[in-house]
């Protein structure tokens, strides 16, 4: 099993930045790739962005150029820098991760994390 413990939401006014941290530990042989999501008040859960476990990153249109995804592979530690913050941002934050766990690959999820931009 893998658990998923995301920090570093909270109440932000526009134009500022956020950094988000999300850290997996239990047990597991290897974490592929990490990534985040989010969903706003009514709306579906969408991606933000994802990383392989080499570095390899993509970003949803509406966060390229204000978002940065970075992974410390030694730490199964993903994060995203969040800057330039707008209204639309607002929403809970959740990180995932591929990892492989007693020999089967599955998808594993944080609790998520509240960002709140005001404007």
């Known amino acids: 099993q893998v658990r998923l413990v995301e920090s570093g939401g909270g109440l932000v006014p526009a134009g500022g930045s956020l950094r988000l941290s999300c850290a997996a530990s239990g047990s597991f042989s290897s974490i592929n790739a990490m990534g985040w999501y989010r969903q706003a008040p009514g709306k579906q859960r969408e991606s933000v962005a994802s990383?392989?476990?080499?570095?390899?990153?993509n970003y949803a249109n509406s966060v390229k150029g204000r978002f940065t995804i970075s992974r410390d592979n030694a730490k199964n530690t993903v994060y995203l820098q969040m800057n330039n913050l707008n209204a639309e941002d607002t929403a809970i934050y959740y990180c995932?991760?591929?990892?492989?766990?007693?020999?089967?690959?599955?998808?594993?999820w944080g609790q998520g994390t509240q960002v709140t931009v005001s404007s």
């Open positions: 990383i392989t476990k080499s570095g390899i990153s």
């Open positions: 995932n991760c591929f990892a492989n766990s007693d020999g089967v690959l599955r998808i594993y």
